[in-house]
T-cell receptor, first 113, second 115 residues
Framework: AQSVTQLDSQVPVFEEAPVELRCNYSSSVSVYLFWYVQYPNQGLQLLLKYLSGSTLVKGINGFEAEFNKSQTSFHLRKPSVHISDTAEYFCAVSDPGNEKLTFGTGTRLTIIP | KAGVTQTPRYLIKTRGQQVTLSCSPISGHRSVSWYQQTPGQGLQFLFEYFSETQRNKGNFPGRFSGRQFSNSRSEMNVSTLELGDSALYLC??????????????FGEGSRLTVL
């Protein structure tokens, strides 16, 4: 069975500082990996995805993530955060051809002015 | 292109009642999935429908059921509501089938409060 671990439940960061949100997954097969963002009282919005190919994936709002197969990680990074990045971020994994996502527990990113 | 639409957005029920939530997927999407989000359990997969057939099911009791219509719209039903069913219920649609990549597009959710 797949599982996703987001070790940090909360991450406070000063505005314009860099941030890394960590995600590790457990799966015995090839996987698709995703990062979603949830703003208050809203649904989830896709930030970026890894399906295959280049291990460095660029997404919306200046975010990027790197797939590391040997470490089974898919950490999310942004070089300079803004107040508007305050939200909860979810890492998720699925099997190719399977529409079921397994989510991590989420990381709440708080930007300090 | 319209996004995923969920109705109602908010509702309050009492224990023992039942509730039906509706989801209209993005045009052309044939797969609809449902997730329950709570502060304690996070995002939990309920079930997924593709072309009117349930293709995947999560670990929820039989009180939770769903269906998909020929136009891909989906409903989920929860019978004999319990306090613990209070949650945000999220619907997501995707292309599904061999064209599917697992990329889900989520609605804004239906927030259910059980008193």
């Amino acid at each position: 069975a797949q599982s996703v671990t987001q070790l940090d439940s909360q991450v406070p960061v000063f505005e314009e500082a860099p941030v890394e949100l960590r995600c590790n997954y457990s799966s015995s097969v090839s996987v698709y990996l995703f990062w979603y963002v949830q703003y208050p009282n809203q649904g989830l919005q896709l930030l970026l995805k890894y399906l295959s190919g280049s291990t460095l994936v660029k997404g919306i709002n200046g975010f990027e993530a790197e797939f590391n197969k040997s470490q089974t990680s898919f950490h999310l990074r942004k070089p300079s955060v803004h107040i508007s990045d305050t939200a909860e971020y979810f890492c998720a994994v699925s099997d190719p051809g399977n529409e079921k996502l397994t989510f991590g527990t989420g990381t709440r990113l708080t930007i300090i002015p | 292109k319209a996004g995923v639409t969920q109705t109602p957005r908010y509702l309050i029920k009492t224990r023992g009642q039942q509730v039906t939530l509706s989801c209209s997927p993005i045009s052309g999407h044939r797969s609809v999935s449902w997730y329950q989000q709570t502060p304690g359990q996070g995002l939990q997969f309920l079930f997924e429908y593709f072309s009117e057939t349930q293709r995947n099911k999560g670990n929820f009791p039989g009180r939770f059921s769903g269906r998909q219509f020929s136009n891909s719209r989906s409903e989920m039903n929860v019978s004999t509501l319990e306090l613990g069913d209070s949650a945000l219920y999220l619907c997501a649609s995707s292309l599904g089938g061999i064209a599917g990549t697992g990329e889900l597009f989520f609605g804004e959710g239906s927030r259910l409060t059980v008193l």
